[in-house]
């Protein structure tokens, strides 16, 4: 079954520790996504990609980095300059200018302790 | 700024009752607004809105766009316990979406 595959679905990071979330994805999707949900504000974007090697900051996107070598994964790393990077990520993927084929992963629940 | 409101914010209801969310937008080069559920971790596909007044079904669920106010409306009708979820509005501008905060409604039996 094709599908959107984010891994781990819990992580626990230390202050001042770098963490990479995983995405992976088989729908032969050109774009993909990552967002951040925090209660009460819903998604906000990250950084998105709509090619392999090529990728644009979103609205939130200081204190990430994010790599698109391959088509099928894009992952993000949340870095010890993110302030406040407790939180739910989303990551997403499409076919670009076909919204209705956006679909998202299962998230990754990120806390700092 | 491009942004997206919906309303209220937290809803509890019944079972049986009927319920209307709302989604406000202002977004460079709209071209869509979409509806989604969120029960625990991903969002699931509800609805695409391109054109305005033609209502979208999907049985108990219905939702329409109104381009001249920038409005959309989800309604549930006869809600199941089963449509406790957050309900999330998006915008489409060519680029990418646009997410409003949701609105997590409560169905109690």
């Known amino acids: 079954d094709g599908g959107i595959t984010q891994s781990p679905k819990y992580l626990f990071r230390k202050e001042g520790q770098n963490v990479t979330l995983s995405c992976e994805q088989n729908?032969?999707?050109?774009?993909m996504y990552w967002y951040r949900q925090d209660p009460g504000q819903g998604l906000r974007l990250i950084y998105y990609?709509?090619?392999?090697?090529?990728?644009q900051k979103g609205d939130i996107a200081e204190g990430y980095s994010v790599s698109r070598e391959k088509k099928e994964s894009f992952p993000l790393t949340v870095t010890s300059a993110q302030k406040n990077p407790t939180a739910f990520y989303l990551c997403?993927?499409?076919?670009?200018?076909?919204?209705?084929?956006?679909?998202f992963g299962s998230g990754t629940r990120l806390t700092v302790v | 700024e491009d942004k997206v409101v919906q309303s209220p914010l937290s809803l509890v209801v019944h079972e049986g009752d009927t319920v209307t969310l709302n989604c406000s937008y202002e977004?460079?080069?709209?071209?869509?607004l979409l509806w989604y559920k969120q029960e625990k971790k991903a969002p699931t596909f509800l609805f695409m809105l391109t054109s305005s007044g033609i209502e979208k079904k999907s049985g108990r669920l219905s939702s329409i766009l109104d381009k001249k106010e920038l409005f959309s409306i989800l309604n549930i009708t006869a809600t199941q316990t089963g449509d406790s979820a957050v309900y999330l509005c998006?915008?489409?501008?060519?680029?990418?979406?646009?997410f409003g905060a949701g609105t997590r409604l409560t169905v109690k039996p």
């Open positions: 990609s709509h090619i392999v090697n090529d990728f």
């Open positions: 729908l032969n999707h050109d774009a």
């Open positions: 997403a993927s499409s076919f670009p200018d076909r919204e209705k084929t956006y679909t």
């Open positions: 977004v460079t080069n709209f071209r869509s």
């Open positions: 998006a915008a489409y501008n060519n680029n990418d979406m646009r």
